[in-house]
DNA sequence: CTGAAAGCGCTTACAG
DNA sequence: CTGAAAGCGCTTACAG
């Protein structure tokens, strides 16, 4: 049903009809109510594609993915957060996969000229990030979720790594650990990089140098905690006490250590970063982990409120966030030992 | 730039620009051609909205979430297989989040009214599911990842979860097990039944009976999976083996049988259904675990391709599929123990 | 407070 | 092989 059928059954016109359903406030109230009622028992809804050719606006939030890599339980979180908020706001979200970073700029190429978004959602900036331009090059709103040394002023939210990472080192080297590896994120992107500065000057504050071998670079996963793990533990001088950068990785760092024969909390502190997944919790495992937390779906939610207000017309300089992390002292985190 | 100007720049009427670029036949190929060319030169792509409205096919296909729950890792693997399908038909996923069954059967209506989508996937099929008979009746095509016992011809894919789990019992049964844990679904969805109908008849084949209390039901998680086998570990006659619908569900049933002293493989056996997530390998587990394993993101990409054979007018009861689930030997699974 | 009509940017029968 | 024009279903200045 359309709007003139449905007007036509109210014996209303379409102008009347329209705004009625828009909230104006020219319309009279028993009007307004009636059409309110009608719209809801004969479900009309107007044509999202009429909508978005007379308004310019389409309702719906770009966000792009690589398709293999990208897409695992990290993005659930932040996904389910940013949904449900955009949902109260009636507005969905555009989902694509792409396979490589030409694709994604090709995507949001795509994205603006066929005018499908009103805004998008940015994620896992790197140090320089190209997509910052290109985005502001085309005129699409945009949030980070994030930060990016690249200029500009314009919408973020990101968790403070460099702090984290700082607060969970200092915690080692006050328990008198001195070496201490960094299962990271891969190179280039700013959170690896914010991560590894807070590392590193927590072991300058203490005169540690780094050591490279104790430092890896990965996915985090399950697999790339185990292996990175296995490579520190195979070294001739190796760690008492490992930074692992999600609770995948410090599953697979786990079963490394335990596989050695060695015990978590005992012969090896682990304190993981945890983004706080409702399957798997931190509280459970055992030891119990100590953790730096920050939940990925709250981001993911109050990045929904910052792309609505984005496009209500608050300045995006006015959406900068960057949330503390909180250090959470559990049962994996000792003295070296002996 | 729209249409009119683009078309203006060539000197070319809106028609045969857009029967250019939409590759009808009556063009004549050096048009085409500069049409085309130009197009990737000046980044021309027709307005999304304008082409709903003309042609009622908007290029997406929808997908609702249960924002809480339903957005977990294995959630994760079926979108990247899906989105990567679908995008090189140019096709974008709309993904809405929802909280409750009703407000889920609200965003049909929504988006089948709006016509915000050409298509939608369902997933997460219940024994008897109030889905089907609405999709049906908003005339909004759809595929079901899953099967149902309602109905009606529709297009679906789904795994022999019955034959996956009488295989794994089958071979638990084989190996001396009599009494054989089964942590499984949330009762009512079809999967969960599949599975336990397996279960029943393998144990039946044995002569084996079916104890209640080696029954869970739950949330395919770590944490779950934990819960329901520290339950199956407290009782008197305790399992010495289980059937564990996950990765996740496996991990933390893996914790509470090491948590009792005790060692996978050696004194209790352990199944465990394997979705094939590529940071979670049942090789890398210690011991490695015996699995059946049916990859989830490859149902994925296959069910992008039956949405888009649908909306080309294959017929729905052309596009049903059972996918048989391998059953894969690791170190998890001894006879049981003295 | 309400309505007739132009316009958003496409596609596609119809005419040539 | 190409084009002028109607029509898709809305919103919104403009007029009353």
Redesign the interface.
């Known amino acids: 049903?359309n709007l003139k059928e449905f007007a036509g059954r109210l014996g209303l016109s379409q102008t009347t009809v329209s705004r009625a359903l828009s909230g104006y406030p020219e319309v009279k109230k028993a009007t307004r109510e009636r059409v309110l009622k009608a719209a809801a028992e004969l479900?009309?809804?107007?044509?999202?594609?009429?909508?978005?050719?007379a308004t310019g606006r389409?309702g719906?939030i770009g966000i792009v993915?690589r398709?293999?890599?990208d897409?695992?339980?990290h993005?659930?979180?932040f996904?389910?957060g940013l949904?449900?908020r955009?949902?109260q706001a009636d507005v969905?979200?555009?989902?694509?996969?792409?396979?490589s970073r030409e694709a994604e700029l090709a995507t949001y190429?795509?994205l603006a000229?066929?005018?499908?978004v009103d805004a998008v959602i940015l994620h896992s900036p790197a140090v320089d990030d190209p997509r910052i331009a290109l985005l502001t090059d085309l005129r699409l709103p945009f949030v980070l979720h994030g930060r990016t040394e690249t200029a500009g002023n314009f919408a973020f939210l990101d968790i403070d790594n460099y702090g984290a990472i700082r607060q969970a080192t200092d915690l080692l080297t006050a328990l008198g650990h001195r070496r201490i590896a960094l299962v990271n994120g891969h190179r280039g992107y700013t959170f690896t990089e914010h991560r590894q500065d807070g590392y590193a000057a927590a072991l300058g504050a203490r005169g540690i140098g780094i050591d490279p071998n104790l430092l890896g670079n990965g996915?985090f996963?399950?697999?790339?905690g185990?292996r990175l793990m296995q490579g520190f533990l195979a070294q001739e001088n190796r760690p008492t006490a490992v930074l692992a950068g999600s609770m995948?990785s410090a599953?697979?760092a786990m079963?490394a250590i335990?596989?050695a024969g060695m015990t978590v909390g005992e012969h090896i502190s682990l304190i993981a970063h945890d983004d706080v997944f409702?399957?798997?919790?931190p509280e459970?495992?055992?030891p119990t982990l100590t953790t730096t937390r920050s939940s990925i779906r709250a981001a993911g939610t109050r990045i929904a409120e910052m792309v609505l207000d984005l496009l209500q017309g608050t300045p995006a300089a006015d959406l900068n966030e960057v949330w503390p992390v909180e250090l959470v002292m559990r049962n994996s985190t000792a003295p070296p030992a002996g």
């Open positions: 049903m479900g009309y809804r107007p044509n999202t594609s009429a909508l978005g050719l389409v719906t993915f398709g293999g890599g897409f695992g339980p993005t659930s979180e996904m389910g949904g449900s955009l949902q969905d979200i555009l989902l694509s996969t792409v396979d190429r795509r000229a066929s005018k499908r996915d996963t399950d697999e790339m185990f995948m599953l697979g079963r335990r596989s409702p399957y798997l919790s459970n495992l055992i």
